[in-house]
């Protein structure tokens, strides 16, 4: 089998790729190691950036996303006993955020590109991604036999424990990498969310999240320690802990609403980042050049903005013979990241609390979170970000028009 681009990798960077280059006459294959249906239920991300919403419409994946998304104009940030609101519209130009799961992304995005784009193969487990002078033979096993495609360029976008990466030689790749010293129990819950936007929570017992996705499913973090078990925490446990990190002094004795536990487990937090992210016809895109602690909600939105850049990077190849945009691509995409990285960096270390951390560390964070609260400029430097910062010269534009709203155009 030959094509132009051959794609590893079936989450939402390889799917939104392959979407973007069908409708622009390129030809793909996407070769995914697992299921669909284990890619279409795994749990992660629920916020999308408005350069994410319009690179997912001008894939032409748009429609259930504008009619079940629920678009966001603010966080809440509670910490040291009360609430604070931030306003996205009005400290960051006018932009907001969408509500609108990772898994419902890739259901759409899988629906479409088997109905109307180039062979999506699920169950095919890519082995070895090998250049030579003018092509690369991606080595993959399907239905119990080894395969070989050869593409004129190849993608991985094959998330962290990928294999393409190591078609990068040793010798070129710098790998930037940082551990925390404490995860995420994430759960699923057939309860209302507790509150209209989401609250991050910086409190003694550690950090807590109340995100949602829906009107009767809530999704909710707790920070622990690196190693828990899954088993340790009975629902009334994490229930009760959850009221204890978002309790405020304005409303003693607030709960939250309580329902079945459908799904739990426990994440650990990450930041890496591998440069460059070409090597010849070899390129990168999400999770297996960059990972950030969640915290930032940032990891689908980077990629989704790499693999936009890398359609808008082939469309101009095929259009004009210039390689000049995949020349671009890594310097392109790393200014954004490594933005990116630090965000999620910073939210990760202001509101976690470190097992080793001292009361003077404590108190850091503490005047951080109030200096977020009482100054418009530290908010807004926190709102841009949240968003999605635009940097200068580097729209992050995507491969065509989108045909939807503004985020920022719906009424609070
Ligand atoms: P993925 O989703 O990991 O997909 C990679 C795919 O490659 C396949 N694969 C292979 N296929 C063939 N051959 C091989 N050898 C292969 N090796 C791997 C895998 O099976 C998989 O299907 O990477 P991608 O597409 O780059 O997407 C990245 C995002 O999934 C990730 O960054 C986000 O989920 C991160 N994230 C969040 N991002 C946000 O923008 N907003 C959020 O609110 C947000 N919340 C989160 C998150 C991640 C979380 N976890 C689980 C770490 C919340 C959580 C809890
Ligand atoms: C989620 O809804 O899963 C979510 C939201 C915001 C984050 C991380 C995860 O920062």
Redesign the pocket.
């Known amino acids: 089998m030959h094509t132009t681009v051959g794609i590893?990798?079936?989450?939402?960077?390889?799917?939104?790729l392959a979407r973007l280059l069908h409708r622009a006459g390129i030809d793909s294959v996407v070769?995914?190691?697992?299921d669909r249906a284990?890619?279409e239920q795994?749990?992660?991300?629920?916020?999308?950036?408005q350069t994410?919403v319009d690179a997912l419409r001008a894939a032409g994946a748009g429609e259930r996303m504008d009619q079940e998304g629920i678009v966001h104009h603010g966080i809440e940030l509670r910490f040291d006993g009360r609430a604070h609101r931030i306003d996205f519209p009005g400290l960051a130009d006018g932009r907001s955020v969408m509500v609108y799961a990772?898994t419902e992304v890739?259901k759409d995005l899988i629906a479409l590109q088997l109905a109307e784009g180039g062979p999506l193969l699920f169950e095919?487990?890519?082995?070895a991604v090998e250049q030579s002078a003018d092509e690369v033979a991606v080595r993959?096993v399907h239905e119990g036999a080894e395969h070989t495609l050869r593409c004129d360029w190849v993608v991985g976008?094959?998330?962290?424990?990928?294999?393409?990466r190591n078609a990068i030689p040793e010798d070129l790749r710098r790998s930037y990498e940082r551990t925390y010293p404490y995860s995420?129990l994430?759960i699923l819950a057939e309860a209302p969310p507790v509150y209209d936007e989401l609250i991050y929570a910086h409190s003694a017992r550690g950090f807590a999240l109340a995100?949602m996705r829906s009107a009767s499913v809530s999704r909710l973090?707790l920070q622990v320690p690196n190693g828990t078990d899954v088993a340790d925490w009975p629902d009334d446990r994490i229930w009760d802990e959850l009221d204890a990190r978002l309790a405020t002094r304005q409303a003693p004795g607030w709960k939250l609403a309580r329902g079945p536990v459908t799904a739990k487990?426990v994440?650990?937090m990450r930041s890496h980042v591998t440069e460059p992210m070409r090597h010849e016809r070899v390129l990168l895109?999400?999770?297996?050049a960059h990972?950030?602690p969640?915290t930032?909600?940032?990891?689908?939105?980077?990629?989704?903005t790499?693999v936009a850049l890398l359609a808008k990077a082939f469309v101009h190849l095929h259009e004009s013979g210039s390689t000049r945009l995949l020349d671009d691509y890594s310097d392109t995409c790393l200014e954004r990241i490594w933005r990116a990285e630090h965000f999620s960096y910073f939210m990760t270390t202001t509101l976690h609390a470190a097992p080793d951390q001292s009361p003077f560390e404590t108190r850091l964070q503490l005047s951080q979170l109030a200096r977020i609260a009482s100054s418009p400029h530290a908010a807004a430097e926190l709102a841009h970000n949240y968003v999605g910062v635009a940097l200068p010269g580097r729209p992050g534009a995507v491969a065509s028009a989108p045909t939807g709203p503004d985020l920022g155009e719906q009424a609070p």
């Open positions: 590893v990798g079936a989450g939402p960077a390889g799917l939104l070769l995914e190691a697992r284990y890619v795994r749990q992660r991300a629920g916020i999308l950036e994410t990772q890739v095919a487990e890519v082995r993959y976008c094959d998330g962290f424990h990928g294999v393409t995420w994430g995100s973090y487990s994440l650990p895109a999400g999770d297996a990972i950030v969640p930032g909600a940032k990891g689908l939105n980077l990629a989704a790499d």
